[in-house]
């Protein structure tokens, strides 16, 4: 199986690989707003809503059979750690939102989790290769506790912004703040540009 390495992003950032402030870890540290939410396959329901032409919801099997691919990709914590090399797979945001066919309105996008988790991006943000829907890390099924069944990823963003336990999707038409955004957490989130806090 092929794997798309998108390791260099940094590139686009004129940064290094390992962001201003940050550590790398091997551990793969877990960091949750309250505690895992239960699940079971066959009551999950993902969902697509908002400024789309067809607002769509999938079970986990559907969901699963969606177009999908492995990315190499690194992980940056606003608290300071980050994971080189995890192997995630999943489904695209790009791809997703082809199939829903986002509306020419839409501007900003709004991620909910399972344990009332939000987090906002402007949609250019998440039109980008490496956001992805993913169910696998490194080639196991996705752990619970690094929000299993299927989470969000944004290596191109502090990891805040990729809910675990994803519930679904909002395409919006004006900016909304997300859970950490509300609490002072950046709302932009560029690992390289250090902005964590707003
Ligand atoms: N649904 C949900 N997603 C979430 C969180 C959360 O509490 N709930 N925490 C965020 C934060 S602050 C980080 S750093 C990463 C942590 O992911 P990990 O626990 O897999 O390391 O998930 C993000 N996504
Ligand atoms: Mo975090």
Do not use: I
């Amino acid at each position: 199986m092929s794997v798309r390495d998108v390791t260099d992003l940094y590139e686009e950032f004129d940064g290094e690989r390992l962001p201003p402030g940050q550590r790398e870890t091997e551990r793969f540290p877990v960091l949750s707003k309250g505690g895992t939410p239960s699940w079971s396959a066959d009551t999950w329901e993902f969902e697509v809503w908002g400024a789309v032409d067809d607002p769509t919801s999938f079970s986990l099997s559907e969901f699963r059979d969606l177009p999908s691919e492995t990315q190499r990709q690194d992980f940056h914590c606003v608290t300071g750690w980050s994971r080189f090399d995890n192997e995630f797979t999943g489904v695209t945001f790009p791809t997703l939102a082809d199939l829903v066919g986002v509306r020419d309105d839409a501007s900003h996008v709004m991620f909910y989790g399972f344990d009332d988790y939000t987090t906002d991006l402007t949609l250019a943000e998440c039109m980008r290769e490496e956001v992805m829907f993913v169910w696998e890390l490194d080639g196991e099924p996705l752990p619970d506790d690094h929000g299993g069944p299927v989470r969000v990823v944004t290596p191109h963003k502090y990891a805040y912004k990729g809910s675990k336990w994803v519930s679904g999707v909002e395409f919006l038409t004006e900016k909304e703040l997300g859970y950490w955004e509300k609490r002072g957490y950046s709302d932009t989130a560029n690992p390289w540009n250090e902005e964590r806090y707003s």
